[in-house]
């Protein structure tokens, strides 16, 4: 069977390129294999039959011959172990995306999250503000391990990879903070991951997909 990916069918303007399923289209464009997109209207994800794909209702899901699983981060290691392009070469290379991956799920993005979301989701309450300089102090916490384990590196890992690719969307959150520039080494890192073209058709058959949804 062709690779099946679920995503939304269309989301407001200010998440268009930013839904999960970014990394599993960033990763199947770098493997360049096939897929085909469920595209989940209002409600879908509430399905039983969706349910029993993804438990959460979230995107996205995967399916292949192989398997059907949920979870961005356990996508991505799956298409890591069947795509030549992504392959880890030896065991250690393995170990060390896993770990990346997890550390760029687990470690990293809640913190951006917690310094992101607020003033998207509860814009103009009154403790927005007064929250930012801690949510920052966590960010400039872990951006600053992040930057020492990175050094002049190119990629996390021997060559790039998934744990960049998810990386780069975590710190994609980060692109128009001022907080990612006094990380020199990670907004270049950043800026290297996004001009690979795999990107750019990732981000183009994201779009396409809520092109198809527009609402009237
Ligand atoms: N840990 C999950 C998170 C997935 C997630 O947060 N997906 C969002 C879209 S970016 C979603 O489906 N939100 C709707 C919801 O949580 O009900 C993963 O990485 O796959």
Redesign the pocket.
């Known amino acids: 069977m062709t690779i099946e990916i679920s995503a939304?069918a269309w989301?407001p303007p200010f998440?268009q390129g930013?839904?999960?399923?970014m990394?599993v289209r960033w990763a199947l464009a770098e493997a360049g294999l096939p897929y085909n997109v469920r595209a989940l209207a209002d409600g879908d994800?509430n399905s039983a039959d969706y349910r029993a794909w993804?438990p959460?209702?979230?995107?996205?899901?995967f399916r292949d011959d192989d398997v059907i699983l949920?979870?961005?981060?356990?996508?991505l290691l799956h298409i890591a172990r069947k795509a030549e392009a992504l392959a880890p070469r030896d065991a250690q290379e393995a170990a060390q995306t896993e770990a990346w991956v997890f550390a760029a799920?687990n470690s990293i993005e809640p913190k951006i999250d917690n310094l992101i979301l607020p003033p998207i989701f509860y814009a103009g309450e009154a403790w927005v503000d007064g929250w930012r300089p801690h949510a920052e102090r966590l960010v400039r916490l872990r951006l600053t391990s992040l930057s020492n384990a990175l050094g002049t590196r190119e990629w996390l890992t021997g060559r790039f990879g998934v744990a960049d690719i998810v990386m780069a969307t975590v710190l994609r959150g980060l692109e128009e903070d001022p907080i990612l520039a006094e990380f020199p080494n990670l907004a270049a890192y950043l800026k290297r991951c996004l001009a690979r073209p795999s990107f750019a058709t990732a981000l183009a058959a994201q779009m396409e997909t809520f092109r198809q949804h527009e609402p009237a």
């Open positions: 939304f989301v998440a930013y839904v999960k399923d990394r994800g993804q959460f209702g979230q995107v996205p899901a949920f979870e961005s981060g356990a996508i799920l």
